[in-house]
């Protein structure tokens, strides 16, 4: 049998198609999800309805946003799936979920196997939303959930671990074997759940700064700070903030991050 064939639909790569066939993963990520009705619950992706079905039967209607035209279609005539859904037949990555939020007037409960090729942007454009999210279950490449989750100091601590624990609390859930999809992807996968934080104990006063400085850093993650961020802060100014020049981007902490962008902020360089 073709692998590339599941319940008659042929998994389109560049959609990254990877549909979940293990009944044990499915019901494990349910529970951690706890689906209740009268909650506003979106799914991204949902493709063929292996976790779509199992929250269906749990709540009295969801929502659904999927690019694949076919895949939304035999959603729209799915037995009893079918009039508990509402489908977006559209890209992810350009879904208003603040004016969705605005509009059920509650918070998002987002979930979703997500395709692997968009992952981390997908995760950024959401990060953008936050405030209009109450949490979020996503399978993804488990390497990508050991960056999500790193702290300084380690190999996988980078940009992504900044921005989403800027953003989120981050709670690994479960891991998940490539046999467990149809077709089998590469790499194993992992389920994390990220829970935007309510308040922010370190608000910084404008993301765009804490984003670059981490590109910049990061950019250069072997060089020590003095000169990974010498076009942005002097020797003093990092002196004045108690940062160490000679330490390296996964050195410092998210709270040190903030630090820097809000310094920043507070002292913008001529002609910004
Ligand atoms: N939820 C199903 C499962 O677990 O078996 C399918 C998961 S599959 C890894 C990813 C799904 O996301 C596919 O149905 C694919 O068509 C859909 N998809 C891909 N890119 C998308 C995008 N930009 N916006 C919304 N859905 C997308």
Redesign the pocket.
């Known amino acids: 049998m073709n692998n590339r064939v ?1 319940q008659g639909h042929f ?2 790569k560049r ?7 293990d009944s044990y993963i ?1 019901d494990s990520i349910v529970s951690a999800i706890q689906p209740k009705k009268d909650q506003v619950i979106v ?10 079905e199992p929250v269906g039967e749990k709540v009295d209607a969801m929502t659904v ?4 035209r076919d ?1 939304a279609a035999r959603l729209k005539t799915h037995p009893f799936l079918g009039p508990k859904l509402t489908i977006f037949q ?4 350009s ?1 208003d979920f603040a004016a969705y939020a605005r509009e059920k007037g509650q918070l998002l409960r987002v979930f ?7 992952s981390t942007p ?1 995760m950024f454009h959401l990060f953008s939303y936050a405030g209009a999210i109450q949490d979020m279950h996503f ?1 993804l490449q488990k390497e990508v959930v050991n960056r999500l989750v790193a702290g300084p100091g380690s190999k996988a601590y980078g940009r992504l671990s900044v921005m989403a624990q800027y953003y989120c609390q981050i709670i690994p859930v479960l891991e998940v074997p490539p046999e467990s ?1 149809t077709p089998a992807p590469k790499v194993d996968s992992a389920v994390v759940r990220l829970i935007p934080h309510a308040t922010q104990a370190h608000p910084v006063k404008d993301i765009r700064k804490l984003s670059h400085i981490t590109a910049t850093a990061f950019g250069q993650r072997r060089k020590t700070l003095r000169n990974s961020l010498s076009n942005l802060f002097s020797a003093s100014a990092l002196d004045a903030m108690n940062i160490n020049a000679t330490l390296r981007a996964e050195n410092l902490s998210v709270v040190q991050y903030c630090q820097l962008a809000n310094w920043l902020s507070a002292h913008p360089t001529p002609g910004e």
């Open positions: 599941h998994a389109r959609f990254g198609q990877n549909f979940l066939n499915i799914e991204i992706g949902p493709g063929l309805g292996a976790l779509t946003i999927e690019l694949d895949l559209q890209d992810a990555m879904f979703g196997n997500l395709p692997y090729n968009i997908l399978m999809f």
